[in-house]
C-alpha cells in the first residue's frame, strides 16, 4: 500500500453477534460502511479487524527479521534474509517493503475507521462505545508508527483521510514530531479506551496497554523517568502478572493470558491474512507441522545459542536440539526427539510459535491462531528494573531487583543482589528471543557498545552438520546500517521523500 495514494478501505465488517474470541466473527454481507455503524455491538466489532489483517505482512515474516535475524538471534539463507544478516539491506528488499506497506495498512485502517467513526455512526450508538473503539484506533496508528520511525527514521506521519484526499504532497517529518505524534496518540488512546474489557473482548486494548507502549516509547529515547512512571503505572494496575510456564505464552490454548498486554490477534485455517504464519517459518521440519510447510527460514544463530546461561529453562522452550524430547509435539506417535544429526533443514530450530500438527491443535498450511506477543509483563519488569537503573553503573535497588529476578527466576536461574545494564540487555535478549524486539535493544544502546557486539557476533553455521566445526561468518555494521533505506519503489514515485524531513504541523 503506497503512503502518496492511501487505499481507503473499511476492512471486515463484523457481525453483531458475539463470539467467544472477537476476531473470530463472520462477515456480513448484506451490510455496508453506509448502514453499519448502528449499533454498540457493530461499532465495537468494527475495531476487531485492527488486531490482526493490516498487520499480516508485518508479522509473517518482517518482524522476525528485522527483530532477530538482523540483530544475530537468527540466521537464514533466503536472498533477502541474507541482505539483512549481511547488513546489505536495499530499497527492494521484499521483505522490508512487505513491512512498510503493512505497517502504513495499519495507519490508513486506522485513519478509515477514525473517519467512520466521525461520520458514519447512527444516533442509538452510545458514546462510550464509540470512544473505545476510537482509542483502538489511536492506539493502533500509534503502534504502527513507533515500529516505522525506529526502522526507517523520518518517515511521513499520515494522519487523516482528509490529508490523503487533499492530494497535498507527502514529505517525510522529523523524527522527534514523530515520537511526539505517537505519545499524542497514545496518550489520546488512554482517554478513551477502558482499563478492561469483559470476557468476550480479551485482547482488546486497554489503558495499561497505553501505559505499557508509553513506557517503551519514551525508553527508546533514553527517558528514564517517564518509563519509570508508566512501568510503575502498569505495575501498579495489578491486573498483571508472569505466567508460570514459559512455553504456555506461545501456545494458542493461552492466548490473552496474565501476562499478555498487547498481542496481535489472528485466526486459523481461514481466509489468507487473518492467520498466523510463523510455525511455517520456525518450525524446522514438516514432521512437526504435518501440513505442508515447516522449512526452517529462521534458524537459530550460534551467538544466541552460546548467549544462554546453563540451566536456563528457556532455551529447551526457545531452541530445539539433538536429543531433545518434546512430549506436546507429534502426539499421534508419542512425542517428538529431535534426531541426533538434528532437523530436516538445520542441527538445530527454533521452538517457541511451534503449535504442531492438526493433532495438537487448530493448524492448517501456513495457519494456526495463536497471538503475537508485542508486549508482555516480562517486558514491563524488566524495563521497570532499567529505568531504576538509569544511567548508574549498577543498582541494588529492591525494586529494581525485585522486577529483574521475578523475569530471570521463572527461568530456573538464581536471583542477582546487584545487576548492570548488560545484566538486563542480557536477560531481555534471551526473554524475547524471536518475538522481535533484539534489535530495537540494540539500536538504543550506546552506538559504540552496539557496533562491538554485533561485530563479534557468530553469524556462521556449523559445518557439515557438525557442533564441533564452525564456518565462522563476522559482519561488522556501518552507522546508516541502523535504519533502513525507504523502499524504493516509494522514492521513485515520490522523490519529496529523499529530501530533508520537514517540521509537522500539530
Partial sequence: ??????????????????????????????????NFFNTDQQVLSSGSPLYGYPWFYFNEKFLITIGDLYSGNAIGSYSDLAQFENFSVNGANQFANEGWDSLYNVVANA??????????????????????????????????????????????????VEQINSKEPVYRNRVEDIYTFIINDYKKAYSLLPSQWDANNLGRATKSACDGM?????????????????????????????MANYQDLFNPDYNNNIESIFALQWVACGDWGFQNPNQAYLAASPKL??????????????????????????????????????????????????????????IAGFRKYVVGSPDEGNVCFMSTEVNTNILRYADILLMHAESILANNTSTTDQNALDAYNAVRTRAGLDAKDEIT???I??????????????????????????????????????????????????????ESDFLLPIPSAETAKNPLLLEEPVAFEF
Wanted: net charge negative; hydrophobic share 40%.
Fill in 1 to 34: 500500500m503506497k503512503i502518496y495514494k492511501l487505499l481507503i478501505v473499511f476492512v471486515l465488517i463484523f457481525a453483531a453477534s458475539c463470539s467467544e474470541d472477537f476476531v473470530d466473527n463472520p462477515p456480513e454481507d448484506a451490510l455496508t460502511v453506509d
Fill in 111 to 160: 485513519n478509515v475507521l477514525m473517519y467512520n467513526l466521525e461520520t458514519k455512526v447512527g444516533a442509538d450508538v452510545s458514546k462510550e462505545v464509540i470512544d473505545q473503539v476510537m482509542g483502538e484506533a489511536y492506539f493502533m496508528r500509534a503502534s504502527a508508527y513507533f515500529y516505522l520511525v525506529r526502522i526507517w527514521g523520518a518517515i511521513p506521519i499520515i494522519h487523516s
Fill in 214 to 242: 508509553l513506557a517503551k516509547v519514551y525508553l527508546a529515547q533514553g527517558d528514564y523517568t517517564n518509563t519509570n512512571i508508566y512501568t510503575s503505572k502498569v505495575i501498579n494496575s495489578e491486573q498483571y502478572s508472569l
Fill in 289 to 346: 507441522t504435518q501440513v505442508g510447510d515447516g522449512w526452517g527460514t529462521f534458524q537459530p544463530s550460534i551467538d544466541l545459542m552460546n548467549a544462554y546461561e546453563d540451566d536456563d529453562l528457556r532455551r529447551y522452550r526457545t531452541i530445539m536440539e539433538p536429543g531433545s524430547f518434546y512430549p506436546e509435539l507429534v502426539t499421534a506417535e508419542g512425542g517428538y526427539t529431535v534426531p541426533e544429526d538434528g532437523l530436516t533443514s538445520t
Fill in 421 to 423: 545494564a548488560e545484566d
Fill in 425 to 478: 540487555f542480557n536477560e531481555r535478549r534471551i526473554e524475547f528471543v524471536v518475538e522481535g524486539d533484539y534489535w530495537f535493544d540494540l539500536a538504543r544502546r550506546d552506538r559504540a557498545e552496539a557496533l562491538e557486539i554485533i561485530a563479534n557476533q557468530e553469524r556462521g553455521v556449523y559445518q557439515d552438520r557438525d557442533i564441533n566445526i564452525i564456518a565462522s561468518k563476522k559482519v561488522t555494521p556501518s
